[in-house]
């Protein structure tokens, strides 16, 4: 007789087995159903961006998104938590948001990545800020771009093996160059960083140090002067090193082991701050909101706008030492390309107001990502 194929039967420990796998799972998805409808409920997920293009939609970038939004949720975060924890400590694996470069070196995954439409993104952006540039000047205000150049180029003798793709090679200077070929005021970072190499950036961290933040702020410093921007009001500032801290890298967290104690985690950072300070007997307050802006009688005519870049390593305070003046900060962490340039100019105290110059920082990293419309209100 041919063997029977009938199903064979689960026996009772199979069986019982099965039924608390079962509930087990169940009530996984059903925690994690919950936490996500709480993100809902608390406003935190926006199913569609402000423009919705058809492209975005068709390659998934919608549902990206979202996905991304709905992961913040508790359950899965703590999901993410514990397996990305194991897989540091099993493997040193860094997940797909962060890169290991030579022993104690992090990089962030974007600085490696070439965005699908590349070339696209960066000209559009590169037509954004041209016509950015030519709506200040009708107004009289003077525009100064500031491209800081991606870990990766400059600490590229820390990679130890990770590989820059060389198409990111001219990506900073051609850019740059279309920018001034436009008449816009342009400077590329990288000829002032590269001397630095290593010494210019954290080693767990996406962002320059004191070293490389103070390199950056003398050299636009030197930029303003040749603009023939006199910046105001004029200050005296005090300069104090701090004893040395330790100073929690952002890509240690972007790997999702923040979480573990110190010793398991990569070699952490000592980092003596630098306190720079406004001088009692000159000072007149604090302009570094649009708020304090609109009642001050000596506001500053220097805007600086851009990224986290302009709010680490006390990189303001260095830019208002070497000015000898004091400058206002609207830059944003976590704004990229589009974010703090949207906020600051359609806000109110932008056009009541208005400074002499703007400094626009923009990391490398941003120029080819899709571009978030800037608006003028």
Request: charged share 20%; proline share 7%; with cysteine.
């Amino acid at each position: 007789m041919p063997p029977s194929v009938a199903p064979v039967q689960p026996g009772g420990f199979t069986a019982r087995a099965s039924k608390t796998a079962g509930y087990a799972l169940a009530a996984l998805l059903g925690g994690g159903l919950i936490s996500c409808c709480w993100l809902f409920y608390l406003g935190k997920v926006n199913l569609l961006p402000p423009v919705l293009t058809r492209d975005a939609a068709m390659h998934g970038e919608v549902t990206h998104k979202i996905a991304k939004q709905l992961s913040g949720a508790w359950l899965p975060q703590q999901a993410a938590n514990l397996e990305r924890g194991a897989s540091w400590l099993l493997f040193h694996d860094t997940g797909p948001r962060v890169r290991s470069g030579c022993p104690g070196w992090l990089f962030l995954n974007q600085e490696f990545q070439i965005d699908r439409q590349a070339q696209v993104n960066a000209d559009t952006k590169a037509r954004a800020v041209m016509d950015i540039q030519q709506r200040l000047s009708r107004q009289g205000i003077a525009l100064l771009v500031a491209l800081v150049p991606d870990k990766s180029r400059i600490a590229a003798d820390q990679l130890c093996g990770l590989n820059r793709p060389s198409e990111l090679g001219p990506r900073a200077a051609q850019w740059i160059q279309a920018l001034r070929k436009a008449g816009v005021s342009a400077m590329d970072l990288t000829p002032t960083l590269q001397p630095l190499a290593a010494t210019a950036y954290l080693r767990t961290d996406t962002h320059w140090n004191e070293t490389g933040a103070r390199a950056a702020a003398r050299a636009i410093a030197q930029q303003i002067q040749m603009i023939g921007v006199h910046p105001e009001p004029q200050k005296a500032f005090d300069v104090h090193i701090s004893k040395e801290k330790l100073r929690p890298g952002d890509l240690v967290r972007l790997a999702g082991i923040d979480w573990l104690p110190l010793r398991w985690q990569p070699a952490p950072e000592l980092v003596a701050a630098t306190e720079i300070t406004e001088r009692q007997d000159s000072a007149q307050g604090n302009g570094d909101n649009l708020d304090d802006l609109l009642g001050d009688d000596q506001l500053p005519n220097i805007a600086l706008i851009g990224t986290s870049f302009s709010r680490n390593s006390n990189f303001v305070g260095f830019l208002q030492l070497a000015l000898s003046a004091r400058i206002g900060s609207f830059a944003k962490d976590g704004g990229e390309f589009s974010g703090s340039a949207r906020e600051y100019f359609s806000n109110p105290a932008f056009r009541q107001t208005p400074p002499k110059l703007v400094i626009w920082e923009i990391p490398e990293r941003d120029l080819q990502t899709p571009y978030e419309p800037i608006s003028w209100r």
